[in-house]
């Protein structure tokens, strides 16, 4: 399948955040899903980009990770929606949850409730050697957050892009754009230690 499930497709619940299409394609390609990958989406909320990476990557395991119970069950109702039978849904704290797991090759982070840096710690005890992270990041903070953190792990090799999707809309005789939210993107990858 394609990447690029339209957002209009997925259900939707007001406060449960969602990685809107053009920030979810950018974010599995710069993560390099794909085959059968083990992967954890940390702060799933509706699951957008849980799914997407489902769909497109059939062979990979996908453990969508969300604390907040409402998304838990707006994440189940769009996993059934698209029949995303390589989801496994798990509600708890990320940081907690990654402890059972032994190991995973990409880390997803959509949300992390204020605690990057536990979250962070806990990916960085299961990520394999070669192994990425994606994050997706409004706030500048956490995103500062993330590069000191990543500035203190010198076995990672890093980059962040920020990204402005416009689209247009019909006004009147016109179209114009409206803008959403800028986006970071950042992207990681795990290297041996010398």
Same mark, same amino acid.
């Given at each position: 399948?394609?990447?690029?499930?339209? %957002?209009?497709?997925?259900?939707?619940?007001?406060?449960?955040?969602?990685?809107?299409?053009?920030?979810?394609?950018?974010?599995?390609?710069?993560?390099?899903?794909?085959?059968?990958?083990?992967?954890?989406?940390?702060?799933?909320?509706?699951?957008?980009?849980?799914?997407?990476?489902?769909?497109?990557?059939?062979?990979?395991?996908?453990?969508?990770?969300?604390?907040?119970?409402?998304?838990?069950?707006?994440?189940?109702?769009?996993?059934?929606?698209?029949?995303?039978?390589?989801?496994?849904?798990?509600?708890?704290?990320?940081?907690?949850?990654?402890?059972?797991?032994?190991?995973?090759?990409?880390?997803?982070?959509?949300?992390?409730?204020?605690?990057?840096?536990?979250?962070? %710690?806990?990916?960085?005890?299961?990520?394999?050697?070669?192994?990425?992270?994606?994050?997706?990041?409004?706030?500048?903070?956490?995103?500062?957050?993330?590069?000191?953190?990543?500035?203190?792990?010198?076995?990672?090799?890093?980059?962040?892009?920020?990204?402005?999707v416009n689209h247009l809309k019909k006004i009147g005789a016109y179209?114009?754009?409206?803008?959403?939210?800028?986006?970071?993107?950042?992207?990681?990858?795990?290297?041996? %230690? %010398?």
């Amino acid at each position: 399948m394609n990447l690029g499930i339209k %957002d209009e497709d997925f259900l939707r619940a007001e406060k449960i955040p969602m990685t809107k299409r053009e920030i979810r394609i950018l974010t599995l390609a710069l993560a390099r899903v794909g085959g059968a990958d083990i992967i954890a989406d940390i702060g799933a909320g509706t699951g957008s980009l849980s799914i997407e990476a489902a769909k497109f990557s059939p062979d990979s395991n996908i453990f969508a990770i969300e604390k907040n119970p409402d998304a838990v069950n707006l994440l189940k109702q769009n996993v059934k929606k698209f029949s995303a039978d390589n989801i496994t849904i798990i509600h708890g704290e990320a940081s907690q949850v990654l402890k059972n797991f032994s190991q995973i090759d990409v880390a997803l982070i959509g949300g992390s409730g204020g605690k990057i840096e536990q979250i962070l %710690d806990a990916v960085n005890k299961k990520l394999k050697i070669d192994g990425r992270i994606a994050a997706n990041f409004i706030a500048i903070q956490t995103l500062s957050i993330s590069l000191e953190w990543l500035r203190r792990h010198k076995n990672y090799h890093y980059e962040v892009i920020q990204v402005q999707v416009n689209h247009l809309k019909k006004i009147g005789a016109y179209d114009m754009a409206q803008a959403s939210n800028p986006i970071y993107i950042l992207t990681a990858e795990k290297l041996r %230690d %010398d």
